[in-house]
């Protein structure tokens, strides 16, 4: 059983044929090329695939690939403005909130998600937002304080 | 962050121009951008997927395999078996010359640990490869199992490991355990105050790095493979898994260094000649990766140490005596624990002087998930031990811990049990810059005190040493700790004549990715007694280039100055 599976990704349209049951994320990395979300656990425990399935956060890994059919799916990939990076990016940079790197795309996404929600947040809703997402080595509160300077980077931004 | 550039402030001459200051990763922009290249983002075409069928048991023979429902199954490809393996056995370590293969990469007719690789089935996708693993059937034999390390030393205990033929891994020939002695333990002990006694043990622990083991093989039109793999050593794997499959090492191509966390958790080389070796069977890319629960299961942790300390002390203060037993749990297999426990006797009886000390460090398989290297195996293990120990006896004595560390702290030109002079302590300093931030109060005295004052004279001498040596129960049958007679040559039993520098786990500590351990010393060399300089050198060291151990051996190797 085989389904084709239109959607756009981070803006542009895009078409796979997955197979039955296969998940978001291999349709995503095998079949479209990105592999920026990442098979941490493949059980929907670590966070490293999030996506953002028209806005929301999802787990790429515990999303079947046909229900992203006419949706949009952005990934961290996805974020930057052309050349320009997101704050959240540079506020990871600029602030050791990646290690070994391979949590971040999905922890970039949890907090993109959670600063579209809420542009102004409070550290308790920042540990909210990433509480479903594993970090091994960098260790929490650089990411924490990451995002909290990204939120300030946006209000600057803004204007 | 507040550098304490007051403190040695006359032995500096760096400015410190990166340490405080705040330094961007270079590869944090592929970090954020989701650009970085793991091993499993490398797109392959046609790919084999490697599974194992993993023992349900944890000590058996296997009477038969059945895996003739599993080779019926659409999409496998092969079966691989022990039969298939160029080398019957391997230990990481042997490509150094140190240690004993002693580990078959598929069962050799008995399984040691559970979720020891049994069978690999390759198959078109990871879905016809899980099914048929599932259909495997395996005929076990159970065996009495052992899980405890002070079990397993007893007479009579089940054999774990064939291949190294004990319990326990015997060092330098003849050692039974890794030993240190210095000074006349017994008598100290008889003529102390009181003797503080404890037990301490440490769990075996998962590194649990977000990216699971892993690699992809690519067959080459020259005969060659390309392997991409997540492996912290990476010519380290490209070397052991040469010698595991028997070709020379110019027909690999290792590219990684991008690692998903590793921790020390990525350099026994477990999944690279199974996957090489089905790509040469199968002339197909291949791609191993280990499943979440096998990462849990299978991938070496921290080995679990049960280390006993016993103390000889005075009201005063003084530890004039420290007895130690440090126990490693190696698991099924040595993997890099018999390196783990050389770290831990090169470590005790941690920063301090204490004019006598007998240490006995023990690596011994049990039929657990063989351990191996994780974030200073073997020294924080017995940091945890040493350091709860030095707070209870503190409470015996009615002490302040903090008075407690800064007296017995090894001072510059003290002679360490390891027949080192102590150069560039600063553990006084340390424990005053701690107190002071914890606002913990010291008397005047303490507060005072210098790791540049106190140490040597007395304290530089080698005492006389009554050698007695620590035979494993089990050898001698007594069920005792048996020690021979005064030997007469006199040297320090056990003692390692050089430093061995770390294996290439990468663990974050100092050394550079080709950093190799030396050589052991020839059986039968004479082993010096005399320490590497009788008299403190007039001038500071300067920082050596590689450094010899990493940083967490700065107690016994390090300087305070890097």
């Not at chain 1, 239109?6 to 990395?29: D, K, Q, T, Y």
């Not at chain 1, 550290?123 to 997402?133: L, P, S, Y």
């Not at chain 2, 059937?137 to 397993?152: G, I, K, Q, T």
């Not at chain 2, 891994?169 to 105050?193: H, K, M, N, P, T």
Request: glycine share 10%.
């Amino acid at each position: 059983m085989t389904k084709a599976v239109r959607l756009e990704l981070n803006g542009s349209p895009v078409a796979a044929v997955a197979e039955g049951g296969e998940n978001l994320l291999a349709l995503l990395r095998e079949r479209l090329g990105d592999t920026s979300p990442k098979a941490g656990c493949l059980q929907g425990t670590c966070g490293a695939c999030t996506v953002l399935l028209d806005g929301e956060p999802v787990l790429a890994c515990l999303t079947l690939a046909e229900l992203a059919d006419g949706r949009r799916v952005t990934t961290v990939r996805g974020l930057q403005d052309g050349p320009r990076l997101h704050p959240l990016q540079e506020a990871f940079m600029d602030g050791f909130a990646a290690q070994c790197g391979f949590c971040t795309p999905g922890m970039l996404i949890a907090a993109k998600a959670l600063l579209d929600r809420e542009p102004n947040p409070t550290r308790e809703q920042v540990i909210e937002a990433i509480a479903g997402n594993v970090c091994r080595c960098t260790g929490y509160t650089p990411i924490v304080e990451a995002i909290l300077d990204a939120a300030r980077r946006l209000a600057g931004r803004r204007g | 962050m507040r550098i304490r550039k007051e403190l040695f402030a006359d032995e500096r001459d760096d400015a410190l121009r990166l340490v405080g200051q705040p330094v961007r990763r270079q590869d944090i922009e592929g970090h954020v951008t989701g650009r970085s290249t793991f091993f499993d983002d490398h797109p392959v075409a046609g790919l084999l997927h490697l599974r194992c069928v993993r023992s349900s048991e944890h000590h058996a023979r296997i009477r038969a395999i059945d895996t003739s429902a599993a080779e019926r199954t659409p999409g496998v490809r092969r079966i691989l078996r022990y039969a298939d393996l160029p080398k019957k056995a391997h230990n990481i370590l042997t490509i150094f010359n140190f240690g004993i293969d002693d580990e078959p990469a598929l069962a050799d007719g008995k399984v040691r640990y559970r979720g020891e690789p049994i069978v690999a089935v390759l198959a078109e996708s990871r879905r016809a490869a899980d099914e048929a693993v599932a259909k495997v059937r395996v005929d076990y034999e159970p065996l009495p199992a052992v899980f405890d390390v002070e079990e397993a030393l007893k007479p009579g205990a089940p054999l774990v490991n064939e291949y190294i033929g004990r319990n326990w891994f015997r060092y330098w020939g003849d050692y039974d355990c890794q030993q240190i002695r210095f000074g006349d333990v017994e008598a100290a002990l008889r003529s102390a105050d009181l003797v503080v006694e404890g037990r301490y043990q440490m769990s075996p622990i998962e590194h649990a790095p977000l990216e699971t083991n892993g690699c992809i093989v690519v067959p080459a039109e020259d005969g060659r493979f390309t392997v991409y793999t997540c492996t912290q050593g990476l010519f380290f794997s490209l070397d052991n898994t040469a010698a595991q499959l028997k070709i020379e090492s110019n027909r690999l191509h290792f590219i990684g260094g991008t690692v998903g966390g590793g921790f020390g958790g990525k350099v026994d080389t477990v999944v690279e000649p199974l996957a090489v070796l089905a790509a040469m069977l199968t002339g197909r890319p291949v791609r191993y990766v280990f499943s979440r629960a096998e990462e849990m299961q299978v991938s070496s942790p921290r080995g679990a140490e049960r280390i006993y300390i016993r103390d000889g002390v005075m009201r005063d203060g003084r530890i004039v005596a420290r007895e130690i037993t440090h126990y490693h749990d190696a698991g099924a297999y040595s993997r890099l624990s018999t390196y783990g426990t050389i770290k831990s006797a090169a470590h005790h009886p941690g920063p301090y002087w204490i004019p006598n000390v007998r240490v006995d460090s023990w690596c011994v398989f049990t039929n657990r998930t063989p351990s191996s290297a994780m974030r200073g195996f073997g020294v924080t293990g017995g940091d945890f031990a040493l350091e709860s120990h030095m707070d209870a006896v503190a409470r015996a004595i009615g002490m302040d811990p903090m008075e407690l560390r800064i007296k017995n702290a090894y001072r510059d030109g003290d002679m360490k049990a390891h027949r080192k002079l102590t150069q560039g302590a600063a553990l006084i300093e340390c424990v005053q810059v701690a107190a002071e931030l914890a606002g913990w109060p010291l008397s005047e005295d303490a507060r005072r005190d210098s790791s540049r004052v106190g140490g040597g004279g007395e304290r530089a001498r080698i005492p006389p040493t009554p050698i007695a040596r620590t035979r494993a129960p089990a050898a001698t049958g007594t069920g005792a700790r048996a020690e021979l007679p005064r030997s007469g040559t006199g040297f320090a039993a056990g003692e390692p004549r050089r430093a061995m520098t770390p294996p290439p786990s990468r663990t974050g500590g100092t050394g550079s990715p080709s950093t190799r351990p030396e050589p052991e010393p020839r059986r039968g060399e004479p082993i010096r007694n005399e320490p590497e300089r009788r008299e403190p050198p007039p001038e500071p060291p300067r920082p050596a280039s590689g450094g010899h151990g990493a940083i967490r051996f700065s107690s016994v190797f390090g300087s305070r100055r890097r």
